[in-house]
């Protein structure tokens, strides 16, 4: 009786599919005692601003960027200090709805606001939201239009609705029409920054 032999080629087949096997059971061993790779965490970087509260607690200084979270932080300092009275700006602007919260804080709490040295676009929507406005003899207030450059990172935003929503504020303000038509038609830059008579004029101070 003669003996069955497996071809050359089944053979070395079947070897090398248990080899394959092998290698897998392998890596899989490996992969189950292997700590699962977990992305690095995001680190969001703390807000460019201070608030700081003067000794006497009736005035509070913010300086640096109109940046996210400053409506919060505006809205917990003054919970925490109702005796402030009025806030002190510097700064060259930011995220223009952190303005519009800030106003809106500084609104509900009636505070007035000041300038000593420089507020500019964003800012000078928050100086406006003061119930008094005034600012220092080397004071500087300016502002800016709303156009920007086409393109995909500005998404769905309309300059021109944008614009509107805070001439709404300059009018709940008393800021003159006039003064309001100006800001209408500026370009982005340069900046403009009136003379304290033209801000006096347009009411846009309105304490000496």
Same mark, same amino acid.
């Given at each position: 009786m003669t003996r069955r032999t497996r071809p050359i080629d089944e053979t070395v087949l079947l070897a090398l599919l248990g080899c394959a096997?092998?290698?897998?059971?392998?890596?899989?061993?490996?992969?189950?005692?292997?700590?699962?790779l977990r992305p690095a965490p995001i680190v969001i970087p703390p807000p460019d601003f201070t608030l700081q509260l003067s000794t006497d607690g009736r005035d509070l200084t913010f300086a640096g960027t109109v940046d996210f979270g400053l409506t919060? +932080?505006?809205?917990?300092?003054?919970?925490?200090?109702? *005796? #402030?009275?009025r806030i002190l700006l510097e700064s060259g602007g930011g995220s223009i709805a952190e303005a519009r919260g800030a106003v809106r804080v500084?609104?509900?709490?009636?505070?007035a606001t000041? #300038?000593?040295?420089?507020?500019?676009? @964003?800012?000078?929507?928050?100086?406006v939201g003061g119930i008094r406005r005034s600012m220092g003899s080397t004071a500087r207030v300016g502002f800016h239009g709303y156009? #920007?450059?086409?393109?995909?990172?500005?998404g769905m935003i309309d300059p021109q609705a944008e614009?509107?929503?805070?001439? +709404?504020?300059?009018?709940?303000?008393? #800021?003159? =029409? %006039?003064f309001i038509a100006i800001l209408s038609s500026l370009p982005r830059v %340069?900046?403009?920054?009136? =003379?304290?008579? =033209?801000?006096?004029? @347009? *009411?846009v101070l309105t304490a000496p």
């Open positions: 096997l092998g290698a897998l059971g392998i890596i899989g061993f490996a992969l189950a005692r292997t700590e699962p919060e +932080a505006l809205g917990r300092m003054l919970g925490a200090h109702p *005796g #402030v009275q500084i609104r509900e709490h009636a505070l000041h #300038v000593d040295g420089h507020c500019a676009s @964003a800012c000078a929507l928050i100086f156009s #920007v450059p086409m393109h995909n990172s500005y614009m509107l929503r805070d001439m +709404a504020i300059y009018r709940a303000q008393a #800021v003159a =029409e %006039p %340069p900046m403009w920054y009136p =003379e304290p008579a =033209e801000l006096r004029t @347009a *009411g």
